[in-house]
């Protein structure tokens, strides 16, 4: 597991790989969130989340079917709500994760999708 | 600098990431795919080539622009040409880079934008 630090989403994601030369700045932070995606486990948590009913999870419910333990899990979801892509609510015991509106959205832009 | 397999980027974005979750095959493809743009100097070196004018670049075109040597920049290059991201034409002494039409697109629909 690499510990990586990522800037938020929205950032990173100002402007188009596709346009202009990106300068150095504009490419790390772009490549910061990119890493947040470029891990099997982070992407099918991703999309477990995007596909669970009323639109949360909690980590109780994503251990079991990506087949990780859970402090591995909290792991990836604490990249990924670093990174912008997710949020978390306590609600008791446990903590429950959304997908940010709009924020794979700008990653999709940023990669000059028209 | 670390050494990735990378699956063509049309097999790893053929299944959206925000739908219902992604298997375990999918997610590991779509990751390798993400890796190579997980990279300052590879999203730099795209950016670089998508702005030239004719729509291709000479790797001798190329190392002045993101200041690393020619053997750096032609093993990014190799990423992101086996992640189907580039083409490569050689002509004369130098090989000649441009980006591969869609590529980035389906990328940008795999992450799930409309």
Redo the contacts between chains.
Sequence with gaps: MTEIEITDVTAACATS??????S?AA??E??HT??A????????L???V??SGGGEACVCDLTG?VGLSQPTVSHHLKVLTEAGFLSRTKRGTWAYYA?VPGA??R???A????
Tied chains: 1, 2.
């Design positions: 790989l596709v346009g202009e030369p990106l150095e490419a790390a772009l490549a990119m890493k995606l470029a891990d099997p486990a982070r992407l099918r991703l999309s477990i995007a596909a079917p997908l794979l959205d990653v999709s832009r990669l000059g999708a028209a």
